[in-house]
């Protein structure tokens, strides 16, 4: 039976799970009205219910550990500037905390006895974030702020005796520093001085207070599980992840259990233990869990479970329970497939092709169910980012296409994170179209294929995917049948004249500075190249986009209209970067479905 775009779409997930103050149930995000809310769930396989009721996407959840409440957060029409607000357990009141709706706020988690939480926000200066503690009941101007940042600081967790914060500075995408901020008396000391890009992550305090637990890759090329002496700075390799990344960690502070994810060629290897020293893991049995991908690790009270996030490429996003000594799994939500029956949804193969300078590129490639030699048409999907992966993730569009008939090819081209860094840093600033001639090169490699139509192949990518579909667009015209550019940037100079303030100095870390660069990024920018453009071109974009603004999509649909190019332009006015509401997703990616039926063409 063939299933419609809107059906696909009605697909639901739930994820980002916490477990209650006394573990007898989590809350979850799940977005069976269309957008993200708090939904609570006492069982596996229970009725969930619902707590929040908002035409706006919440974006994170997180209960009290002493108090029957939990703190979520929401921003209004994709604007990101998140307002934290105080939610009962029975779900019977709301209370704004932040009262701010001109700025950012960025959670920093509750503290240990749950008197008090803390945050980053750019209330006094829109490109700098400063640290606030607040009290449970407190509201808008009562928050305490405890350091006035000069750059792009988070919160990351509280020390064990609730004393001390953990800080992250973010100088760019690959480069952080972490310090301990003493809260009563607003001393920030440095733990992670260096001086080349070194990336500190996923931190979390140590049972002791005594030391962090971080993933980095201080003195290596991929990331790995450390432990780092908040007395004496000393970091100490606990796990390596060998050729891969270990990507996170999550660790209860009273009992030392831990879980830690590495990232094998873009899937999810988690390891279950708990410290038997300082830097030594007993470990338990593996989890079983479905899907490729795993995450978001949320233990209950006494560390005896957690709740974690699980998704694949055919099996949608839900919240497994998983007994910490056993590794034996629960599923406890039901996320609809919307009637679809979840066999029909395709997994990929992992392939690898060579690229210009004989560079290796993985890549994620899946064929419709039934192909005939020669007569399949490709989607090329490209993730934005750059510093991001195409994971095997559970993705409705991509099998609506795949339902369609269309092959969906998703190159990781060199920039991508996942591969190591020195992989990562391969398209830094001069190195840029280096990129977009990974991309050529999988075109390339798809030409080979004994079951694609190499007339008959599209381009799409959102963000900086939607750079990379303009680059392709015009660096290689005659390889693309139809490009589909999504909130994509057009002009890299203005692009970063617009984007927020609290973004360009990261920004410029990956693409050039306008100062020094700025002849460079004019000769990039696809704005600049349109006549090249020999494909029609669908540009979508969100007016209340706060990273890459609309003016992006706007100038790049006059210009190429100019040129003659068949454009069109689809522009929301309630999103930001992204489409988050189901009837505007509906509306987008059906349009885009007509769209490249037209040009592409699958009766």
């Excluded at 959840?61 to 357990?89: C, I, K, T």
């Excluded at 972490?178 to 920030?188: F, H, K, R």
């Excluded at 830097?279 to 490729?292: K, R, V, W």
């Amino acid at each position: 039976m063939a299933y419609d775009i809107e059906r696909y779409l009605n697909v639901r997930s739930a994820g980002s799970a916490s477990f209650g103050p006394d573990g007898d149930r989590i809350s979850f995000l799940m977005d069976t009205t269309g957008v993200s809310q708090v939904w609570t769930l006492s069982a596996p396989g229970e009725w969930p219910e619902q707590r929040t009721f908002y035409d706006e996407r919440v974006t994170f959840a997180s209960w009290s550990p002493e108090h029957p409440e939990l703190v979520f957060g929401m921003d209004e029409g994709g604007n990101e500037r998140a307002q934290f607000y105080r939610l009962s357990a029975s779900g019977s009141e709301v209370t704004n905390l932040t009262r701010h709706p001109e700025a950012k706020h960025r959670w920093g988690g509750w503290s240990n006895d749950g008197g008090r939480f803390a945050f980053a926000s750019n209330r006094r200066n829109e490109a700098e974030f400063d640290v606030y503690v607040q009290d449970r009941d407190a509201t808008g101007e009562d928050a305490e702020l405890v350091y006035e940042g000069d750059g792009w600081y988070s919160v990351v967790g509280w020390s064990p005796d609730d004393r001390r914060l953990i800080v992250a500075e973010a100088h760019s995408s690959f480069d952080q520093d972490l310090y301990v901020l003493d809260i009563e008396t607003g001393d920030l000391e440095h733990l992670t001085p260096h001086e080349d890009d070194v990336r500190y992550q996923s931190a979390e305090w140590g049972p002791d207070g005594e030391a962090l637990y971080v993933v980095t890759d201080e003195g290596a090329d991929t990331l790995y599980l450390a432990r780092l002496d908040v007395e004496t700075g000393d970091l100490e390799r606990v796990r390596s992840g060998g050729e891969w990344n270990v990507d996170g960690v999550a660790l209860d502070q009273d009992t030392g259990r831990l879980v830690y994810s590495r990232n094998v060629n873009g899937y999810t290897e988690l390891t279950v233990g708990e410290l038997a020293g300082p830097t030594t893991i007993a470990e338990h049995p593996t989890p079983d869990l479905p899907g490729g991908v795993a995450g978001g690790v949320s233990f209950d009270p006494d560390a005896e479970r957690f709740a974690v996030t699980a998704v694949g490429s055919g099996t949608n996003a839900n919240v497994y329970v998983v007994e910490v000594e056993t590794s034996e799994v629960e599923c406890w939500t039901r996320a609809s497939t919307a009637g679809i029956p979840p066999e029909t949804f395709r997994e990929p193969d992992l392939v690898r092709y060579e690229s210009f300078d004989g560079l290796e590129v993985p890549a994620f490639f899946t064929l419709p169910e039934e192909t005939t030699g020669g007569e399949t048409p490709v989607v090329v999907d490209i993730h934005g980012g750059p510093e991001s992966q195409r994971r095997p993730s559970f993705n409705p569009v991509k099998q609506y296409l795949l339902a369609r008939g269309y092959a969906v090819f998703e190159p990781n081209v060199r920039g991508s994170s996942g591969y190591g860094r020195e992989y990562t840093h391969l398209d830094d600033v001069r190195n840029r179209m280096d990129s977009v001639a990974d991309v050529e090169a999988g075109v390339e490699w798809l030409h080979d294929h004994p079951a694609v139509d190499p007339d008959r192949i599209a381009c799409m990518g959102g963000s900086y995917g939607g750079f990379m579909v303009l680059a392709c667009l015009t660096e290689y015209p005659d390889l693309w049948a139809a490009g589909v550019d999504v909130v994509g940037i057009a002009n890299f100079v203005t692009f970063l004249e617009n984007t927020g303030d609290w973004r360009r100095e990261l920004r410029e870390a990956e693409y050039g500075s306008l100062e020094d660069d700025r002849e460079f990024l004019e000769s990039i920018s696809p704005i600049n190249n349109i006549g090249s453009i020999a494909a029609p071109l669908f540009v979508l974009h969100g007016e209340n986009d706060p990273r890459v603004p609309v003016g992006e999509a706007e100038q790049i649909v006059e210009e190429a209209r100019e040129q003659g190019v068949p454009v069109r332009k689809l522009i929301f006015e309630d999103e930001g970067h992204g489409f988050s509401k189901l009837e505007n997703r509906i509306e987008a990616y059906s349009a885009i479905a007509e769209f490249l039926d037209e040009h592409v063409g699958v009766e």
